[in-house]
């Protein structure tokens, strides 16, 4: 009986593992940047939201607190952070 077709078929779907290991692995990290990336944008447009819509935010931040969160969070500081 010949063995070869038999390791050449295991050899292959151990290649097919291994590639599909592969792609678990970069897809994984990817979905990983892309959370911290989802987080750090929610936390800033939640001080956002604070500094420049919510107006009734109890207790209310004073007005130096609150120029001081406005100026942190420009739409143009966060472009230039992102470097878009």
Known sequence: MDSSPIKSFVNRVRKSAETIDELLQSVSEDLESKRKSRESWFE?????????????????????????????????????????
């Open 44 to 84: 800033w447009h939640n001080l956002w939201k604070k500094a420049w819509i919510d107006d009734k935010i109890d207790p209310p931040l004073p007005r130096e607190d609150r120029d001081k969160l406005k100026e942190e969070t420009t739409v143009t500081k966060r472009y230039n952070a992102l470097d878009l």
